[in-house]
């Protein structure tokens, strides 16, 4: 591990499924009449309003496909822009924004005078170096990895898979919410979760679309609570990344963890996706052959 990145595996939470995901949050202060799940009566607070930044790495017909997000409250990410900035543009050579498949390789932002495989990668070990001070109890990252190799070879012995974008929405974008309910009891609200894709996301359009046919669903239900974690969601819009530190933090974690799959040996970028899970907080699933052979059935048993 680089000097100055400081492990902090006590402090995440590895599990093979977590129970719920969390993605890149902006907390605000707003106030309203709190609805409490627990058997707490209800009570006046503060409502959590969570912003969530999403990013993932993944060429099309690729092996491996990897949304990640970064979460953290208002004031975290309020200092996060700020130092992330500092970060970029006092490095040598400067650069403006943070994207690991130019850096990687040395192209766009990254091809100017002074860029080499020692200074760009050292830009992204100051990110890192950043991150670790951030507070572990509100700073988290999240991440889903699906194998489409294993995916398209059970799918061929009628294993009933789902799309692999729908397997890495309801395993990393969704869970947000159900971590939501469970760090924040009494403090949840209607219209509280803002999701932010980088443009041309894949998932984007597939989570946005149930999204809203479950709160049409609900709105129809006659159900005794009156709130459904989707009601949670206020909107689901698209970011540039270039100008937006979470993305490009998000970008940055998927790309290392696709990094670690497909590649071996010595070579620039290997490793990262661990370094990170020792020094910041993670929630995480990897749907490799095995993982996905003991949550799905096939439709045709054969002997």
């Given at each position: 591990?680089?000097?100055?990145?400081?492990?902090?595996?006590?402090?995440?939470?590895?599990?093979?499924?977590?129970?719920?995901?969390?993605i890149?949050i902006?907390?605000?202060?707003?106030?309203?009449?709190?609805?409490?799940r627990?058997?707490v009566?209800?009570m006046?607070?503060?409502v959590?309003v969570?912003?969530v930044?999403?990013d993932s790495?993944?060429?099309?017909?690729g092996n491996?496909?990897?949304?990640?997000?970064?979460?953290?409250?208002?004031?975290?990410w309020?200092?996060?822009?700020?130092e992330?900035?500092?970060?970029?543009?006092?490095?040598?050579p400067?650069?403006?924004?943070?994207?690991?498949?130019?850096?990687a390789h040395?192209?766009?932002?990254?091809?100017?005078?002074?860029w080499?495989p020692?200074s760009?990668f050292?830009?992204?070990?100051?990110c890192?170096m950043y991150?670790?001070?951030?507070?572990?109890?509100?700073?988290r990252?999240?991440?889903?990895?699906?194998d489409?190799?294993?995916?398209?070879?059970?799918?061929?012995?009628?294993?009933?898979?789902?799309?692999?974008?729908?397997?890495?929405?309801?395993?990393?974008?969704e869970k947000?919410?159900?971590w939501y309910?469970?760090?924040?009891?009494?403090?949840?609200?209607?219209?509280?979760?803002?999701?932010?894709?980088?443009?041309n996301?894949?998932f984007r359009?597939?989570?946005?679309?149930?999204?809203?046919?479950?709160?049409r669903?609900?709105?129809?239900a006659?159900e005794?609570?009156?709130?459904?974690?989707?009601?949670l969601i206020?909107?689901?819009?698209?970011?540039?990344?270039?100008?937006t530190?979470?993305l490009?933090a998000?970008?940055?974690?998927a790309?290392s963890?696709n990094?670690?799959?497909?590649?071996?040996?010595?070579v620039?970028?290997?490793?990262?996706?661990?370094?990170?899970?020792?020094i910041?907080?993670?929630l995480?699933?990897?749907?490799?052959?095995?993982?996905?052979?003991k949550?799905?059935?096939?439709l045709?048993?054969?002997?």
């Amino acid at each position: 591990m680089p000097e100055g990145l400081v492990s902090a595996r006590r402090n995440k939470f590895r599990c093979e499924w977590p129970p719920f995901t969390l993605i890149g949050i902006r907390l605000v202060t707003i106030r309203w009449r709190a609805l409490n799940r627990s058997p707490v009566p209800e009570m006046e607070g503060t409502v959590v309003v969570l912003r969530v930044y999403l990013d993932s790495s993944g060429e099309p017909g690729g092996n491996y496909l990897t949304p990640a997000a970064f979460a953290g409250p208002d004031d975290i990410w309020q200092e996060f822009d700020v130092e992330w900035a500092k970060m970029l543009s006092g490095h040598t050579p400067p650069a403006s924004y943070l994207h690991m498949r130019e850096l990687a390789h040395l192209r766009d932002g990254f091809s100017g005078p002074g860029w080499t495989p020692q200074s760009a990668f050292g830009l992204v070990f100051k990110c890192l170096m950043y991150m670790q001070h951030l507070d572990k109890k509100k700073f988290r990252m999240f991440y889903c990895t699906v194998d489409r190799d294993a995916w398209h070879k059970l799918k061929a012995q009628t294993y009933q898979l789902p799309d692999p974008i729908e397997m890495c929405n309801e395993f990393c974008s969704e869970k947000v919410l159900d971590w939501y309910f469970v760090k924040y009891p009494g403090l949840i609200g209607p219209n509280a979760v803002h999701y932010f894709f980088d443009r041309n996301e894949p998932f984007r359009a597939r989570f946005e679309a149930k999204w809203k046919q479950e709160r049409r669903r609900h709105s129809r239900a006659d159900e005794i609570d009156p709130m459904c974690r989707w009601d949670l969601i206020g909107d689901v819009e698209s970011a540039e990344m270039k100008k937006t530190p979470g993305l490009q933090a998000a970008d940055l974690l998927a790309w290392s963890v696709n990094r670690n799959k497909t590649i071996s040996g010595d070579v620039p970028g290997a490793g990262l996706s661990e370094i990170m899970r020792n020094i910041i907080p993670s929630l995480y699933k990897v749907w490799d052959e095995a993982e996905m052979r003991k949550a799905y059935n096939p439709l045709i048993y054969r002997a």
